[in-house]
């Protein structure tokens, strides 16, 4: 069984990539938030976690999702995957944290280093086309080694690229980050360039966006369901979503060719 939550789709490319090679469950935990959280896990099966690092962190869904499970994990070989665009810093160790907190352990744990999807905070920004095409073949090599070892369930890996200063970077930075900067208020919409398409509300995750009667422009709901995770900003055909000043700072989204942007993930079978 994997769980995993993915914004602009590289966890959920990895995720699915997981599936294919295991032949196990996949699910994804927004929706998996609507139901009980109560899981079976079959005979040997094995449990997977994957999920995006968000300021150095496992994001808050992701967590607030570990403290409502019910799984019989006992006995059962366990792994966590995070994505970033740079570094998970302390990310893995904070998700062991809260792994051990419902008596539950990573046996290894998996950084992959994919495109760059944060752009909200001044510096910040997404790859160029050359880094994007370097990253995704690296990802996709490192990820085939990830799942040769998670096939044959080894244990005490901890294959992560947690970066220089990672303390300060979970503890200091992202902390507080996380604390204060996931949050939908500063979202806007440029009514000039909307096109009433609706991909921004369909691509949200956790349903935050409904489109306006009248004007048939998207709000956002504030109403503290907000991820932070962009799939909104960067799924938008004109660009006409942006938060606090990214009109420049480009776009985004890792979806397999024919696939329709969905809240609701494509089946990878
Ligand atoms: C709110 C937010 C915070 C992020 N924080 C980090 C970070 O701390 N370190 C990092 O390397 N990348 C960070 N990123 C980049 C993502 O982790 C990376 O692009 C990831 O692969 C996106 O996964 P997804 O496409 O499945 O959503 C952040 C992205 C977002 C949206
Ligand atoms: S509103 Fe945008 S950033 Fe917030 S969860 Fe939905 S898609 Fe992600
Ligand atoms: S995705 Fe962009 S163009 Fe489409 S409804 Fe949303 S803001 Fe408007």
Known sequence: MIFYFSGTGNT??????????????????????????????????????????????????????????????????????????DDIGQCMREFQKKLHSKGMHADSVFSLTMPESYVCLPGFKTDSKEMVKRKLSKASEDLKSFIELIKERHTGKELIFKGTLPYIKTYILGMPFNRWLITDKPFKVDAELCIHCMKCANACPVGNISMDRESVLPYWHHDGSCTNCLACYHVCPKHAINYWDTRKKGQYYYIKKKEKYSRIPQSFS
């Open 12 to 85: 959920r490319w990895a995720a699915q990539q997981l599936a294919q090679a295991t032949g196990e469950r996949l699910l994804f935990i927004p929706e998996e938030m609507k139901g009980n959280c109560h899981y079976v896990l079959e005979e040997n099966e094995r449990l997977g976690f994957c999920f995006p690092t968000h300021g150095w962190m496992p994001p808050k869904i992701v967590r607030n999702f570990i403290s409502r499970m019910v799984i019989n994990a006992e006995g059962h070989y366990c792994y966590a995957l995070t994505t970033c665009g």
